[in-house]
């Protein structure tokens, strides 16, 4: 079945590093992403990566993926005040015939300066 | 700018009303899709349409009513038949059905009062 599982907070110390941890449970091929919300606003994709990958860094943000463990992270080096937000895991099982993404509970940064 | 518009940002509704939600893409984008956001959850899928006059219902779809007659305009209408309707409601746009470039709107927040 679908089903994509956060933890729903995590607090850190400016500049430190944040990783947010999902896991996944669908064993078809899928495309794994990550998502920020700020408060009262829509969802804006962070970066995406394909299940036959294994990391993808973009600047500060790096995502691990094991597909043993079918477990999917995000560090955020560095991390900075104007991350604090809500972070979504989602996936898109291929093939897909709706593009739905399933998403998970989300994740609370919250970071202390 | 291209981009996808929500309107309102805020709405209220009286118990037994309907009430429209206005989502407009100029991304030329093919599919469209309505979210629902509640508290400490991910987001559900409504609805989605991934061509014009055409349109499926999502997980969530009862109490729920959409439209899709142009390609940059999909409409959602919350209706009475909705017992739970306050929430917070996304709309997305994609070009193809694996959602690499999904796009988000800023989202309504709608209150039965």
């Known amino acids: 079945g679908e089903d994509v599982e956060q933890s729903l907070f995590l607090s850190v110390r400016e500049g430190d590093s944040s990783v947010i941890n999902c896991t996944y449970t669908d064993s078809s091929s899928t495309y794994l992403y990550w998502y920020k919300q700020e408060p009262g606003a829509g969802l804006q994709l962070l970066t995406y990566i394909f299940s036959n990958m294994d990391m993808k860094q973009d600047q500060r943000l790096t995502v691990l993926l094991n597909k043993k463990d079918k477990h999917l992270s995000l560090r955020i080096a560095d991390t900075q005040t104007g991350d604090s937000a809500i972070y979504f895991c989602?996936?898109?099982?291929?093939?897909?015939?709706?593009?739905?993404?399933?998403f998970g509970q989300g994740t609370t940064l919250q970071v202390k300066p | 700018d291209g981009g996808i518009t929500q309107s309102p940002k805020y709405l209220f509704r009286k118990e037994g009303q309907n009430v429209t939600l206005s989502c407009e893409q100029n991304?030329?984008?093919?599919?469209m899709y309505w979210y629902r956001q509640d508290p400490g959850q991910g987001l559900r899928l409504i609805y989605y349409s991934q061509i014009v006059n055409d349109f499926q219902k999502g997980d969530i779809a009862e109490g729920y009513s959409v439209s899709r007659e142009k390609k940059e305009s999909f409409p959602l209408t919350v209706t009475s038949a909705q017992k739970n309707p306050t929430a917070f409601y996304l709309c997305?746009?994609?070009?193809?059905?694996?959602?690499?470039?999904?796009?988000f709107g800023q989202g309504t927040r709608l209150t039965v009062v």
């Open positions: 991304l030329n984008h093919d599919a």
């Open positions: 989602a996936e898109i099982p291929i093939p897909s015939n709706t593009g739905k993404l399933i």
């Open positions: 997305a746009s994609s070009n193809d059905r694996v959602n690499t470039e999904a796009f």
